[in-house]
């Protein structure tokens, strides 16, 4: 029996979901979303994706790795989507439900989990949004137990009309592409910034960070930065600052390198 669970994170969250999953399932890969591929020579007893919600909607790089994917030699997988989202999902279930299907493939099982809200361009890091890491680390155990055990819980179909207003949301999202980011005199150039970023987005250059204007605006570097030396505009100074507590940043790190390129 084989397993992998694919996932993407900017700061944690969607990892610490993803590791439990993969720690229960047989044989179980950890493949992340931002560099890696899905392999089709191999065959699967399960397939997952681990994600957070961006604007009502699956963020662009994990649409695209679903649509991209070839699965012929495991259509007969247990696929299983969770999306570890501030508050709420929209269509970030129904849609990788719908891709499958095209692909000829049943998406078995989708859950949302609340988790902390870590979007600190839009909004503060305050106590309520903290608490909730205590609550989604309580559910996690229910949700491993549910995927093991093969539950089926289908995500149901698109809301087309909730859909395409998602599209107005991504649109906003995406157009900022890195402009916004800037980076203070606090920066000590450890580079961490350009390691957690999933998506190779940042260099460092003299010893800075310099953004390709390939952001998935995960806020990975913002919220990583040892100095709180990368900001938003001039939104992001006193919003607070938040990762995962289960995660490390070596983890992040880690999981970034170790992808099938
Ligand atoms: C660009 C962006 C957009 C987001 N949009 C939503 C949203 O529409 N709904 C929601 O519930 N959470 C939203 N969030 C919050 C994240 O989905 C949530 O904090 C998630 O757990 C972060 O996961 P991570 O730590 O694995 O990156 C957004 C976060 C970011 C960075």
Redesign the pocket.
């Known amino acids: 029996m084989k397993s992998v669970v694919y996932y ?8 610490q979901v993803a590791k439990k999953i993969a720690e229960a399932l047989p044989n179980c890969e950890l493949i992340s979303m931002g560099k890696g591929r899905h392999d089709n020579t191999k065959v699967y007893d399960y397939i997952g994706f681990v ?7 699956l963020p662009r790089r994990v649409t695209r790795f679903i649509n991209e994917m070839s699965i012929e030699k495991s259509k007969n997988a247990y696929f299983f989507a969770v ?8 269509v970030a279930l129904t849609v990788p439900a719908k891709i499958l299907a095209k692909k000829g493939v049943t998406l078995n099982f989708a859950e949302e989990i ?6 600190v ?2 909004y503060k890091m305050n106590e309520r949004n903290l608490e909730k890491y205590q609550t989604a680390t309580d559910q996690i155990p229910v949700l491993v137990r549910k995927i093991v055990s093969k539950t089926q819980q289908p995500a149901g179909k698109v809301n087309e009309a909730l859909n395409l207003s998602t599209a107005f ?1 991504q649109k906003v ?1 995406y157009a900022r592409k890195d402009k916004g980011f800037n980076v203070s005199d606090d920066c000590i150039g450890c580079g961490i910034c350009e390691k957690v970023c999933p998506v190779s987005n940042i260099k460092m250059e003299n010893n800075k960070p310099s953004f390709h204007h390939n952001c998935e ?4 570097c913002v919220q990583w930065c040892p100095k709180e030396a990368i900001n938003y505009k001039n939104k992001t100074q006193n919003r607070g600052r938040y990762t ?1 507590p289960s995660i490390s940043v070596k983890e992040i790190i880690e999981g970034n390198k170790n992808n099938r390129q």
């Open positions: 993407f994170t900017g700061t944690g969250n969607n990892l994600y957070p919600t961006y604007a009502f909607n999306t570890g989202c501030g508050n709420i999902s929209g609340i988790m902390v809200g870590n979007y361009a839009m949301g999202i605006q995960c806020m990975a995962n």
